[in-house]
């Protein structure tokens, strides 16, 4: 499972004042020196299971209702697949 982790840090420049954060995904390997330099935690990203959080969580009720019931329909035609076979 590939797990990285997302850090910001502020925009800097010498001659003008800038608004916003720069990102970054780094692995865990780079978290604690990216600290040292300023950059701060985010989050945790875990390859597929954050983007479909991040999609689940910002779908509405019926897409919701939809990917469940897929699942389901997924799963059982699965189950009756392999019973044949047993």
């Known amino acids: ?13 010498d001659w003008m004042v800038m608004c916003g954060y720069d990102y970054k995904e780094i ?11 300023g950059w701060e935690f985010v989050r945790k990203r875990i390859f597929l299971i954050t983007d479909f959080c991040d999609f ?13 019931s897929i699942s389901v ?3 059982a035609s699965l189950i009756s697949f392999i019973g044949l076979f047993i």
């Open 1 to 13: 499972m590939i797990v990285k982790y997302v850090v910001r840090k502020q925009q800097h420049d």
């Open 27 to 37: 692995l865990s390997s780079e978290l604690e020196e990216s600290k040292k330099q």
């Open 56 to 68: 689940y969580s910002t779908s509405n009720r019926s897409d919701r209702l939809a990917i469940i």
């Open 73 to 75: 329909g997924i799963l």
